[in-house]
């Protein structure tokens, strides 16, 4: 499976952004997710959907990033809404084929994208 983000951007805070990716093969049944990576940092889930299509999110980003996908297309995104400055960082789309849950570990995930990057401004 190839992912491609696309979408990124530099935003003032309050902003809205949608992030996308393009998967090269089905995910549908995956658990597909967004994560983000500040810099010195590692990588945190920012926004998972399971195989059956159930979301969860972290506390740091519910009520404002929503993510959905569109299986006829093999398409993954993601809603920023209301961004802050602690939303900046590398925006990386992955997926996880060995089972449709979903976990916010990183080390659970199979297949990822090169990132996109998220730039929020005062």
């Known amino acids: 499976v190839r992912l491609t983000e696309s979408g990124g951007g530099s935003v003032q805070a309050g902003a809205s952004l949608r992030v996308s990716c393009k998967a090269s093969?089905?995910?549908?049944?995956?658990?597909m997710a967004w994560f983000r990576q500040r810099p010195g940092q590692g990588r945190e889930a920012v926004a998972t959907?399971?195989?059956?299509?159930?979301?969860d999110y972290p506390d740091s980003v519910k009520g404002r990033f929503t993510i959905s996908r569109d299986t006829v297309k093999s398409e993954l995104y993601l809603q920023m809404n209301n961004l802050t400055l602690e939303d900046s960082g590398m925006y990386y789309c992955?997926?996880?084929?060995?089972?449709?849950?979903?976990?916010?570990?990183?080390?659970?995930?199979?297949?990822w994208g090169q990132g996109t990057q998220v730039t929020v401004s005062p």
């Open positions: 992955a997926a996880k084929i060995t089972s449709p849950q979903c976990f916010f570990s990183a080390v659970s995930f199979n297949y």
């Open positions: 093969g089905y995910i549908y049944g995956y658990c």
């Open positions: 959907m399971d195989g059956p299509g159930s979301p």
